[in-house]
């Protein structure tokens, strides 16, 4: 009786992954041999950050490269969305500390600062970033404004749309 369930088992696995190997599947990127990986369609992607860099400083690091080379490609939007002690990254006292050093797959002298990977990622742009008011708040006061990245005001919907309009989300 037990070679006949497993016996059973066996051919209902095959039969799954069959049909899971002949299921067609549509990716949102492909990969071009000359350009690397590339967005088919705009994308709208959010990276979220909920580590503090002072603790975790790999983890900052590869969160703000990860979007440095996803909006590298042109297609797409990519936001850093800091929250929890990830909101840290919006504190220039936090973002310049020196010991900090990325490694990043770019053409620039390696290792760059955090601080350098950020501004590189911003481009000037602080939209780029907008940082959790409610843990910012919680961790520097109303009163405070972030040195990198849009705080949003109370009431106003950024972070709700931000995450609603995003396709991927990718949470550090």
């Known amino acids: 009786m037990k070679t006949k369930g497993l016996l059973y088992l066996a051919h209902l696995a095959a039969a799954a992954s069959m049909a899971a190997a002949s299921t067609t599947a549509n990716a949102d990127w492909y990969l071009d041999s000359m350009a690397g990986v590339s ?3 705009p994308q709208d992607v959010v990276i979220s950050l909920k580590v503090n ?23 797409t939007n990519v ?13 220039a006292k936090v973002v310049d500390n020196k010991k900090f050093r990325c490694s990043t797959p770019f053409p620039e002298p390696q290792p760059v600062s955090l601080a350098d990977n950020l501004e590189r990622f911003l481009d000037g742009n602080m939209d780029n970033m907008v940082v959790c008011p409610i843990c910012w708040g919680e961790r520097y006061g109303e009163e405070q404004l972030p040195d990198y990245g849009f705080l949003p005001p109370p009431g106003n919907p950024a972070v709700g749309k931000l995450l609603l309009d995003a396709e991927k989300i990718i949470d550090f």
Request: charge should be negative.
């Open 39 to 41: 967005a088919g369609e």
């Open 79 to 91: 936001t850093l969305f800091p929250t929890l002690d990830g909101v840290t990254l919006g504190d």
């Open 53 to 75: 860099p002072l603790t975790n400083p790999e983890t900052a690091c590869l969160s703000i490269t990860l979007a440095r080379a996803l909006k590298g490609n042109g297609v």
